[in-house]
């Protein structure tokens, strides 16, 4: 199939190109109605695996796209969804048009909707959580050994992150978007309009989808992330739980960050480094779980 063949193509009034983000995708919005993404004919599988999740989100929030057609454009051998479009800009761009009590209002509500996608069951034969992501810490902690790093800030992150790992033990095995940052979350009228792009999206504990908090939304909006966390946490009595697993998850994404900045080159490293001592400060090195900037 030529994407020309495609219905919202052949009765499409007005396509553009869609730029903005980090996605290798190609992506163009269609009459304000639609959002085709091309993708390369080798991830036709796991971009399957999305469209079908996506199309079981749809039943437990109206703040995410609709799926609407998947196929593959062999004459280019690639792949393609459809999904409807929901217009507005992302929240890099609008949260700073807003007051500090909408933005704060608007992180209630976007995590709220996340909370949602979270009732969504992992597939059975998927591993335990703790399991999976031990094994996943556990190598990134042996990449970190040998990253020019102080040692002071190698050995504080995996001491914490051994000492609290057994926390993991009988999390919920649940959907994850495991983007959720402003950038990924429309806006719209300046409200808050939907949760977007879920390439990454994963399955485990609902706590780990909190953990770029401080790592891209704190820096946009300080008031925006501490509604994300109270939108989440609507019974004050989890806190005991919730703050030292959002720790440990946080220092795992520290860590992640040294490792994969070192393999994109300077640039990246220097900036995830940069995020990943803010991080570190904001924990004290992880004397607290909770960040200077909730507190």
């Known amino acids: 199939m030529k994407r020309e063949y495609l219905e919202v193509y052949k009765e499409a009034h007005t396509i553009h190109p869609l730029t903005k983000g980090f996605s290798t995708d190609e992506k ?35 703040k995410i796209p609709r799926p609407i057609e998947f196929g593959e454009l062999i004459d280019e051998e690639k792949g393609y969804m459809v999904l409807s479009y929901i217009p507005g800009a992302d929240g890099e ?20 909707e996340l909370k ?11 591993p335990e959580w703790h399991i999976a992501k031990k094994n996943k810490s556990d190598n990134y902690l042996k990449e970190l050994k040998l990253i020019n790093l102080d040692e002071h800030t190698k050995d504080r992150l995996t001491n914490y992150i051994r000492e609290n790992e057994p926390l993991m033990q009988g999390r919920p095995n649940q959907f994850q978007h495991d983007d959720f940052h402003p950038s990924n979350l429309v806006f719209h009228h300046d409200q808050f309009s939907g949760i977007i792009d879920f390439q990454r999206m994963d399955w485990g504990d609902p706590i780990h989808d909190l953990q770029k908090i401080g790592f891209f939304t704190k820096q946009v909006s300080q008031a925006f992330a501490k509604g994300n966390i109270d939108g989440y946490l609507r019974d004050k009595r989890e806190e005991d739980r919730f703050w030292p697993l959002y720790g440990l998850y946080s220092a795992m994404h520290i860590v992640s960050a040294f490792v994969w900045g070192m393999k994109m080159g300077p640039k990246q490293f220097e900036f995830l480094t940069g995020r990943a001592f803010e991080v570190l400060e904001d924990h004290d090195y992880f004397q607290s779980n909770i960040p200077k900037w909730y507190r």
């Open 116 to 126: 949602k996608l979270h009732q969504l069951n992992a597939p059975l034969e998927l």
């Open 28 to 62: 163009y919005v269609i009459d304000q109605n639609y959002l085709l993404r091309i993708f390369p004919k080798e991830e036709l599988e796991r971009r399957m695996i999305e469209f079908e999740t996506i199309s079981k989100l749809t039943s437990f929030s109206k």
């Open 93 to 112: 761009e609008n949260l700073t048009r807003l007051n500090e009590s909408e933005q704060y209002r608007a992180g209630v509500k976007a995590a709220g």
